[in-house]
T-cell receptor, first 114, second 115 residues
């Protein structure tokens, strides 16, 4: 089954404790991105990657890191999480960088930083 | 800067009736795409429909249609014959050729279908 898989689905952590949210897709998609969803703000792009070893900042990159060592994986790293990073996070992938390409989303990761 | 506005925080509709969810956008780019996604209470994002800025016809996918009015910069989603399973959050989103597959989302509209 074609899918984007994120882990974990739920995470509660303490301020400053490094964490990684994994994302993997099995559709051989080139373009991958991370979004965060906050009430009243919709989804905002954090980082994106157009291919292996090519990553760039989205609209809200502060406090996050990513890497793309393999085509299928695109982990999101929070080196020192803070309470304002409490949010619902989505990984998405699409076949290409074209603006008309459908994005496939993972199930979401609900992160709480206390 | 590009911007998506969804002015209806919440909507109610009677089962089997049609409902229109509003979306207006702001961009000076002539080449852009408009998407609608559904987010049920389980949280996943489900793609519904896409409209390109140069598409002459309004997009349709089953019970979903997109009422695209380019001059008014609106891209409203019409759901016909509403079902209880349509109760969800609905997001309008835009992509621009300059920014590839990056999506800019509106704040969303919560739709509740009444039986």
């Amino acid at each position: 089954e074609a899918q984007v898989t994120q882990n974990p689905r739920y995470l509660i952590t303490v301020t400053g404790k490094k964490l990684t949210v994994t994302c993997s897709q099995n559709m051989n998609h080139e373009y991958m991105s991370w979004y965060r969803q906050d009430p009243g703000l919709g989804l905002r792009q954090i980082y994106y990657s157009m291919n292996v070893e090519v990553t760039d900042k989205g609209d809200v990159p502060e406090g996050y890191k990513v890497s793309r060592k393999e085509k299928r994986n695109f982990p999101l790293i929070l080196e020192s999480p803070s309470p304002n990073q409490t949010s619902l996070y989505f990984c998405a992938s699409s076949l290409s960088d074209n603006m008309n390409t459908e994005a496939f989303f993972g199930q979401g990761t609900r992160l709480t930083v206390v | 800067a590009q911007k998506i506005t969804q002015t209806q925080p919440g909507m109610f509709v009677q089962e089997k009736e049609a409902v229109t969810l509003d979306c207006t956008y702001d961009t000076s780019d002539p080449s852009y795409g408009l998407f609608w996604y559904k987010q049920p209470s389980s949280g996943e994002m489900i793609f519904l429909i896409y409209q390109g800025s140069y598409d002459q016809q309004n997009a349709t996918e089953g019970r979903y249609s997109l009422n695209f009015q380019k001059a008014r910069k609106s891209a409203n989603l019409v759901i016909s014959a509403s079902q209880l399973g349509d109760s969800a959050m609905y997001f309008c989103a835009m992509s621009r050729m300059e920014y590839g597959n990056k999506l800019v989302f509106g704040a969303g509209t919560i739709l509740r279908v009444k039986s």
